[in-house]
Structures are given as structure tokens and as C-alpha cells.
């Protein structure tokens, strides 16, 4: 196994899109950031010096983080942000897991121009189990606004309304052909003619669950979060943000052009959405283009799902198994049960209505589990109060089941939408096996919630729409061969169920990956204790780890 040493800087960039230039932060002038490339086994090291003038900090999205918790990254979860001027080295190692990854900031919206991809390949002799592709290429999905997006969040937290919708989405940081000013920097994909290829899609977007496809060509989809899936084909696939999906793509066509696409999934009805369309351009290479003015000629555009096509999604979600039977935890020790969703809170008395409750009818919008509304600490991280036991920084009573039992994805009373805020945790003890039902709800609006969680990958062993039946519903689970994932998307008005084990030490944030709704408060984190002796203990914190 390898160490790999990487240096970010994160500092102020100016780039042009869409007909203008915009100071944006990136890591190292680069727009997405830096590909990590390592394989499994390995060890990255990563030092992190932030130059811009927001507070920062890097979250390896999908990485285990086995005893090393205090890399994971999330502020005030696992350190303090490293302030403007600071710098902070994250090191940790690859351990089982293969596939396509990726890392972003995780401070307030930081991300929406701070990430990269991480990919992941079998160790040094090991292979694919799957035909090895000539090519391979990282597709980050993102979404590009004109305004400075922490600007955008700052001013939807002080209003209380939903934030701006992104102007744009983006391939790679690119909008591409479909935008003004954009033509001439359309990113080009090479595949080809002949050879399997592929692709590892990534949805790195703030706020948008994204679909996307490839002209004339079939999809197959291998991989998910780094782990394997039984292959299986399709023209279109669905990706929350936070999730990956590694797709085949095989040259079998007249090498012409083909647009890579990519637009809303918008499952809240009435919900505003950005409903532009961002393209890339699949070039075959290695034959020549038989038309006279192939490269000038017009790219074949695909054919997308409706912005609302809830059933294409769920036909997707439910195709993913894992390559073979796996171990699914069958004994239950912790069996929860968490609402997640949206509301709107009152306007406190003290609030001007007009100018910081612009939310539906004079409220502000806010998001829960299990109608607690999460809030971060400000002075401290929540794992360094959990290891050196600092008290009032956290309770641990989040409620294993939720405060009142309701139809929770029909028309619920208003009582119903105040969530309480505060820092709440849950304990789990070292190798309990856990089993999360979350259930979406329809306070305020339905909508699908991609819920990820820290420091694990869990097995997706059912979901469906409507309440969870505890009854009826067990026998829809899959313990043979669910997919492995880090982020779950829970179905619209449904439900889904996950199982893990908690044999990774340390405070572990789950949170809905539509950025929007952290701020609101749709997060938890749960705080798994050390096992007994040393392997099974999370590792000291390093000595530069940042404090507040
Ligand atoms: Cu991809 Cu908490 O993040």
C-alpha cells in the first residue's frame, strides 16, 4: 500500500461563467478541485491550508474513517473550522472500499465550489469484477450560482425564506452547450469505439437531486458510494447529491457526438427549482468520424425524464443489489425510528415579520428528525466534548422514536411544525447492530430527503411509500443482498430502512445532503463508544487538530 501526500490551498479564484467573471473559492485555483486517485489499501495525507477569508474545513465524503474520526471533517462535529490563516493536516487510509468517492468542504455552503473527486481502484493487483474499462472518467454534477452562494445562505438564514435556486448546473464546472457564454467550454468526455468505458458520476450539487443520462446509449451501472452493485442496465439514473454511481458505457454507436446530460429531479411539488439542463459532449476517439463536419456537427441530445417522474426513480432505486449475499446484521439491538422532513416555525415575537420571517404566511422554514431540529455547536467540536467529556455542549436524549405517532405523510396539524432546537445525540454502543427507519414526512411538504451518514456505509434493506407498517412491511426486507451505500434516498411521502453495525468509534453526523435543509436543522449525530481495547478505540487527536 501506498501513502499519497496532497497540499490544498483553499483561496479566492476568479473564473468566468455565464458571461461573467466571479471571484469563487477553490482549492488550488482549481474549479472542481484536485482528483485524488489512490487504491484501496492506501493512505492519503492531506494538508489543508486555508487562505480564503471564510472559515473552512474538508469532508472525505464516504470514507470509513475507521479510528480516525477526528479527519471526518464536518465542522463542529469532529473539529473546529480551520480559520482563515490556519491549516490543519487530514490523514487516513482506505480500508475495503473500491469505487468512486469524493471530498468537499463542509462549512455552511463552502461546498458549492470546494470538491473533487476521490477515486478509489482495487489494490495493486487485484481487479475490477468487471471487464476493465479502456477509459475511465469522473463526471461531478454541480450547481453554479451567479450571486456568491454564501452569500445566498446568508441571507435565506437571516430571512427565514427558501435560498435562491442555483442559475445553472454543471458537468465537471462546466455548464456547457445549453448556456450563454458557455459553448466553447463544454467538457468533452472521450470514449472508445469498441471499448468499454467508465464513467463515475457523481452528484456534488448543494441543493438539486439530479438525473442523468447519455444520448443514444445504455447505462450500466456497477457501483454505488464505493461499493459494487450487481450490474444492471439502464438509459437513466437518479443521484441525491452526496451519492456516486459507477456506470459502463460501452463505444457501440456511429462515433458521432452524444450530449451527457443532466436536470432536476424535483420530487416537493410547487417547490421553486432551477429547470436548466447542463450537457457535456461524448466524443468517440479512437474512430474517425465518418461525416465530413463531424466535430462541428450537432451533438444527439437525449431525452430526460420529467422534472417530477417520482416512478422512474423508484424503478432505478429498487434495481440496486449487491454483487453477491452479503452480511446483514439479523439481530437487532437498536431499532429506531427517525421522521425526517420539513416544516415552518412561527415567527418568534421578537422577529420582524417582514424582514426575517419571509418564509409561507410570515414563518421561517425549518427541517427535522424526529421534530428536533439540529443545531451546531459554535465553540467546540461535538467528538472532542464526547472524547475529553466536556459537559453542555450536547445532550444525548434524541428521541429513538418520534414525540408523537400521526399520519406523517398526510396533512398534518400546524401544532405539528414547530421542531425544537438543539444539540441532540444518540449513544450507541460499540457493535450494536442498528436498524434506522426513515420515514419521510408531509409537514409542510413531501419531498426526497438523501440522508448520509458519517463514518459508515449501511445496507439499504427496503423502502417504500407511505407510513412504514412495522407489520407488513419487515417482510419486504432484503437480508440477502441489499446494496451497500453512504447515503439513502428516501422515497417522497415513504419510508426506508438501513442497517448497520457501530463498530467505528467517534461522533458520526447523519444529515439530509440537500445543504438547504443541515442549516434548517435536518441532522443528528449519533456517538458510538469505544470497544474494548486498543483497536477498537478511536485514535488520539492529532496535535494540529484545529480548536475553536
Ligand atoms: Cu457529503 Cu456531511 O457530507
Redesign the pocket.
Known sequence: AKTHQHEFVIQTTPVKRLCKTHNIITVNGQYPGPTLEVNNGDTLIVKVTNKARYNATI?W?GIRQMRTGWADG?EFVTQCPIRPGGSYTYRFTIQGQEGTLWW?A?SSWLRATVYGALIIRPKEGDSYPFTKPKRETPLLLGEWWNANPMDVVREATRTGASPNVSDAYTINGQPGDLYNCSSKDTVIVPIDSGETNLLRVINSALNQELFFTVANHKLTVVGADASYTKPFTTTVIMLGP?QTTDVLISGDQPPARYYAAARAYASAPGAPFDNTTTTAILEYKSAPCAAKNCASSKPVMPSLPAFNDTPTVTAFSKSFRSPRKVEVPTVIDENLFFTVGLGLNKCPKHFNKARRCQGPNGTRFTASMNNESFVLPSNISILQAYEQGIPGVFTTDFPANPPRKFDYTGNVSRSLWQPVPGTKGYKLKYGSRVQVVLQGTNIFTPENHPI?L?GYDFYIIAEGFGNFNPKTDTAKFNLVDPPLRNTAAVPVNGWAVIRFVADNPGAW?M?C?LDVHIGWGLAMVFLVDNGVGELQSIEPPPVDLPLC
Request: hydrophobic fraction near 10%; aromatic fraction near 0%.
Open positions: 469532508h465524503h464536518p468537499h463542509h452526496g448520509h458519517h453526523l444529515h445532503h
